[in-house]
């Protein structure tokens, strides 16, 4: 008989899954501070902590919930899709962590012993629990409740709890998400009251039709429970029997409106909070309450930089305050079902769900899928086990609308046993599995991580069909027939996720793409400190752990403190439920939400005259229904002497639970009129040599190298060329895709310079040199022509491709300076206030803006490109003196303490050190971001061809800005 860490039962002992519910009967938190004691092996750790008498030696205090590697025993250990322990199923290595735990608890007096229930949120991996010595079973499935009998063996006074938890288990072979493995009790341990005549379980349906604007209800249960709405009118509905309600407001994720009731038997009450909604799949489309969603999804994991997956309330409601706040709507809880309070802010808050259960098999694809647990009858229990375990608990929230059979985990008929069984217990819920391409156990068609090309075919219904279903007409055509999803798109890792809006264009343009979630919600990183005490966040391989997939879990849309990062900001303005348009004196309102009217919002305009206010006020803002588009006319505006621009907001109205009035919703800028031409003035000086100097105007350059040495006061290390950036993570990108390593085959972070000419003369100065790699004949031809123009100096470069360049794309095209170390602060007139790249611009407003030079980073937890402040008319580098920049055309700048090497060498901001200058970059052009880190590269049309470019900028050295 193996172990019952390595059988293939779910558990033992345990009593029946059941709905997660509050009721009125006892509940004892036993979560606090416990007795701990690792053992190095499962075999090897003695049974001396289990009765009343004083624990065997080495136990020490940890608190509960809690994950025992964040607290000083062993450590955390983060793989993708590894298995962090050989494959050979269901057995784990001898070397098998074993944590016990230990908790004398008092029971309160009055307390109900008979039928109590000993209630395990959540233990990974698995574990054998004991109430005064007697021992009352085990369970596997770390993200998932376990119930046992404690009546038994519960006694007045003082109780001696223990609980033996194992790192490994057959468990874990279900277990292979991309995350970190932190075994321990991380949710929490509670004594239940079970008085006799109580409520065991129950299960709501509460359909809502929109056609009459009725509500239907009914609750199943195991107990003469009578159900009360006060609010409709319901008083003591029995069990089985439905009821019509004329009139009920309906639960959506915009509206969550949720009516509160009471199931009650003579010895317990349950308080419930009803969501009048109905979900069905017609016409292959998700709907509900018959309209068809647009899911603007999340992946959520859940991860704390301090307590990992033992999350607390406050943290998950941090979560969804900043999922609604930034018009994110949906949420996959990849890839396990989330604490159950996750899913009660759902409901309060509204949030669609597609409540995933835990299992994951991935590891085995590095076995070619040999004895994957999904195609093995003898799993099937296991597995169904999660699936019934997650249903029960979560099937009575309106929030969750689908239920995932899990992730990545191949195929196999254990699935179909799955979908079976679960279509017969909740026939009101879609089922979704991306990885068997057949579809049969799902009833959506969904992808990861597909190109916005491909996505756009499947919207015009264009799509091959997959192998799986090519030889087999039915299956085919039901495929052909379901509700498209993107389960996993655009991979957040460090900068990035580029194409955002393409994506959305594509959801928009095609109702049979009804969305997707974004991977993911939070990089999970962990916050340590440097010796000297600042603060970084570790990933893979910073434990020593290994195998380790290193910082492929730090690509989330939230830092690991949950700091937004560009790639959210961008999020939120794609995922805008509200389109603007101006034509003529019109404005033209679109309103995408699907539920809600545009009456929660306001609407104001501003005029700005080169970035500056100059006009302004409110609009009216029409209760515009969900899904139609109105039209409301423009005040007239006064003309602008420079550049106009228009921009309208919409803010909450009124508070909101999930945001207070005047949280801005969407905007959008109009250009109302353009930059008035400059026209180009004469040439006011010409250059001449002093001895290893050209001058020319309050210009001096290098006679030799021909680069700027000084402008005015103001010392430089003149603008060269520059093509290199640090790489992004998506640039690193995944498997086949990595731009960066063909960008450093080429050499293209080793570029040399070599002047050819410098040709001072009565126009001007011209710099001829050729740019090239070692080792290669291709090269970038490039002219620099300076001139003077009053106190402005004007430099055009001319840059000309040379030799094979095919199929390479630079990283950015601009010219890098150097300017003294005082210069630490920059004003520009551009897109801001946050960076942006050529795909991930839509967040970025223009405006006037103004920055320290340490604002202008962003701390990406894995230093690479970043800080790119784009489409800028001007900009100001402030120390001593003023460094103004002007493009004839727009341009782009980074202004860092460090060079794009530094950048690329560090492997946590820690390491990145202040050198004594400040690095700028004035970029004409930068490689899209794309999210090839695992997906697709950038979209073609922001891909940095190597082509001859023409450029041009101004430059103004000006006294430092008196203050006032
Ligand atoms: C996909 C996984 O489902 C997800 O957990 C995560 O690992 C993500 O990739 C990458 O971060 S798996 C897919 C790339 C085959």
């Known amino acids: 008989m193996p172990p019952y860490y390595e059988d293939l039962s779910p558990g033992t002992g345990r009593r029946p899954p059941r709905a997660a519910f509050a009721s009125d009967a006892g509940r004892l938190d036993l979560s606090g501070t416990w007795l701990f004691r690792l053992s190095p092996t499962a075999e090897g750790a003695p049974l001396d902590f289990l009765g009343p008498g004083d624990p065997g030696p080495g136990f020490t205090e940890l608190p509960v919930p809690s994950h025992w590697v964040l607290h000083g025993h ?66 596997k499935g770390s993200r998932l409740p376990a119930e046992f009998d404690a009546g038994a063996a519960l006694r007045p006074g003082a109780n001696v709890l223990a609980v033996r938890v194992h790192r490994w288990s057959s468990g874990s072979y279900l277990e292979d998400q991309d995350m970190w493995w932190l075994p321990g009790i991380f949710r929490e341990v509670t004594l239940l009251e079970r008085p006799e005549g109580g409520i065991g379980d129950f299960f709501v349906h509460a359909g809502f039709d929109p056609t009459t604007g009725r509500g239907t209800l009914r609750v199943d249960t195991d107990a003469p429970a009578l159900l009360t709405v006060p609010e409709l009118g319901v008083a003591d509905l029995p069990p089985g029997r439905e009821l019509v309600l004329p009139a009920v407001e309906p639960w959506t994720a915009e509206t969550p409106r949720r009516y509160e009731a009471r199931l009650a038997t003579p010895a317990e009450c349950v308080t419930l909070h009803l969501g009048f909604r109905t979900v069905s799949i017609e016409g292959g489309l998700l709907r509900v309450n018959g309209t068809p969603l647009l899911l603007r999804g999340v992946n959520r994991h859940e991860h704390d930089p301090d307590h990992g997956r033992a999350l607390s309330p406050a943290t998950m409601r941090e979560d969804l305050l900043l999922m609604k706040r930034h018009n994110v709507n949906a949420v996959r809880t990849s890839h396990y079902p989330p604490h159950p309070a996750f899913l009660d802010l759902c409901d309060e808050l509204g949030m669609w769900v597609v409540d995933e259960c835990d299992i994951e098999t991935h590891g085995f694809i590095h076995a070619g899928w040999r004895g994957n647990p999904a195609d093995d009858p003898a799993w099937e229990p296991m597995l169904l086990d999660r699936m019934r375990r997650m249903v029960e608990r979560d099937k009575n929230h309106p929030s969750v609308i689908v239920w995932s059979l899990g992730n990545e985990s191949h195929h196999g008929r254990n699935f179909g046993v799955l979908a079976e069984w ?46 799986e279903t090519a030889g087999d007409p039915a299956l085919e055509e039901r495929r052909r027939a379901l ?55 570790a990933y893979g391989g910073d434990f020593g752990d290994h195998p380790h997939g290193g910082n492929f879990c730090i690509d989330g849309l939230v830092f690991p403190d949950r700091t937004p990062s560009p790639g959210l900001t961008e999020l939120k303005k794609v995922f805008q439920p509200l389109a603007m348009e101006l034509s003529g004196d019109r404005l033209r309102l679109t309103n995408r939400h699907a539920f809600a009217d545009l009456s929660h919002l306001r609407l104001s305009w501003t005029l700005e005259d080169e970035g500056v206010p100059v006009a302004g006020g409110g609009l009216p803002a029409p209760a515009v229904p969900p899904g139609q588009a109105a039209e409301v006319p423009m005040p007239r505006l006064p003309a602008t002497a420079g550049e106009g621009l228009l921009t309208v907001r919409a803010e909450l109205a009124a508070d909101q639970p999930w945001a207070p009035a005047g949280h801005e919703v969407a905007w959008e800028q109009f250009p109302v009129s353009p930059a008035p031409a400059a026209a180009p003035a004469p040439p006011s000086a010409g250059a001449r040599r002093r001895g290893g100097e050209v001058l020319l105007g309050g210009a001096v350059f290098d006679a030799r190298t021909g680069l700027l040495r000084a402008l005015g006061p103001l010392r430089l290390r003149g603008p060269r060329l520059d093509v290199w950036r640090a790489p992004t993570d998506n640039d690193r990108g995944m498997g086949p895709h990595s731009v960066a390593r063909d960008w450093r085959r080429a050499g293209l972070d080793r570029m040399e310079h070599r002047t050819e000419a410098v040709e001072p003369g009565p126009g001007g100065l011209r710099v001829h040199t050729r740019v090239a790699a070692a080792g290669f004949e291709r090269a970038l031809r490039v002219r620099y022509s300076w001139s003077a123009h009053g106190d402005a100096l004007r430099l055009a470069v001319h840059v000309l491709p040379e030799g094979p360049w095919e199929e390479l794309p630079l990283p950015r095209l601009g010219v890098g300076l150097e300017l003294p170390a005082e210069f630490g602060h920059v004003r520009w007139f551009g897109r801001g206030p946050g960076e942006a790249y050529p795909d991930s611009s839509k967040a970025a407003r223009v405006g006037l803006f103004d920055s320290s030079v340490a604002g202008l980073q962003t701390p990406y937890v894995v230093p690479q490109e970043n800080g790119h402040r784009a489409e800028v008319r001007w900009a100001e580098f402030r120390g001593p003196c003023r460094l103004r920049v002007e493009g004839e055309g727009h341009f782009g700048f980074t202004a860092r303490r460090w060079t794009a090497a530094d950048l690329d060498a560090a492997a946590h901001p820690t390491d990145l050190v202040e050198r004594d200058r400040l690095f700028v970059n004035l970029d004409h052009a930068q490689h899209g971001l794309g999210s090839a880190s695992c997906g697709p590269g950038p979209l073609p049309e922001h891909r940095l061809e190597p082509a001859e470019t023409r450029f041009a900028l101004l430059f103004r050295a000006l006294p430092a800005e008196s203050a006032g």
């Open 74 to 139: 062993g450590t955390p250990r983060y793989t993708n899709t590894a298995y962090p322990f050989p494959i050979d199923p269901p057995h784990v290595p001898d070397e098998n962590p074993t944590g016990d735990h230990r908790l004398v608890f008092h029971l309160p007096a009055g307390w109900r012993g008979p039928g109590s229930v000993l209630r395990f949120e959540g233990v990974d991996s698995c574990f054998r629990v004991w109430l005064n010595g007697r021992s009352l079973g085990t369970s």
């Open 422 to 467: 679960t279509r017969a217990r909740d026939p009101g819920r879609p089922l979704h599995y991306e990885r068997d391409r057949s579809y049969r156990h799902s009833d959506f068609y969904s992808l990861m991580y597909a190109p916005v090309a491909e996505v756009e075919r499947i919207g015009r219904r264009e799509e091959e069909a997959p192998p």
């Open 483 to 537: 509700p498209f999803l993107l389960c996993e798109y655009a991979h957040a890792m460090g900068n990035g996720p580029g194409s955002l809006a393409a994506y959305q264009r594509a959801f928009e343009a095609h109702p049979r793409l009804q969305g997707g979630f974004v991977w993911e919600w939070i990089d999970h990183g962990f916050r340590r400190r440097t010796a000297d005490g600042r603060e970084y966040f």
